[in-house]
């Protein structure tokens, strides 16, 4: 049976000071709700209680301070494509956000939601891994900081509470040549089989999605560019998409690919 989205509370906060009192009672928020949709579709909507954010333009800003690029947590897909701070500091999130959904899902899905999302499949998380990002993260009691690969702790699990707000993503600078590559049933609009984004330059970073329970780094494969070992560090599965041992060949040719590529 479908959700009865009658029986649904929206809060509609008109500033962030608004919003962060509002999660004191642990809403669940949204904004492009390119997720939300799909589970009050299929009938698997649990929440009844929602905190609405689209409106609040104070999370939609890319800037740069000083030498770090802060992506506000409603920046869309589309506005990172155009963001000419994006383009220049992180061109692998320009590629990343094309290959989300179309036009309209890139237009409505938000950087905040995907990481809040935490599927490992979620084609901007390998970006902010390899990019070595900071999760900002407000309350009503005050903010803090995340770094990106401290804050999943299991499948769609992380280290944010009920009361806080994903607000912001800060990049510290990345030098070397940016690498993002996406495999899926087909050239666009599908989900990630494998999804890589690697920087190759003084300190090689590499981070897959699809391929364990969260997105991932590889320290050992950064260290020794082996694809054997490589093997040791991811943990595929089968499901509905692919197989383990696909997408263990798929991984190894894109480890491949990015050597080749960078050279």
Known sequence: ????????????????????????????PIAGCTDIFVEANFGTLKERR????????ALRAIRVRGDVLSIGALATYTQMIRSRDVRRRLPM?????REVGGVQIQNRGTLGGNIANGSPAGDSLPVLAAAEATVVLASAIGERRVAFNEYYTGYRASVRRPDELIVAVEVPPVPGRQWFRKVGTRAAQAISKVVMAAVRGPRTRIALGSVAPTVIRLPRTEASGDPSVLQQEISPIDDIRSTAAYRRRVAANLLAQFWRETE
């Open 93 to 97: 999130m320009v590629a990343a956000a």
């Open 50 to 57: 929602f905190i609405n954010l689209w409106g609040l333009k």
């Open 1 to 28: 049976m479908r959700t009865a989205l009658s029986k649904i509370e929206l809060l509609e906060p008109r500033t962030l000071r608004e919003a962060l009192v509002m999660m004191k009672d642990h809403p669940r």
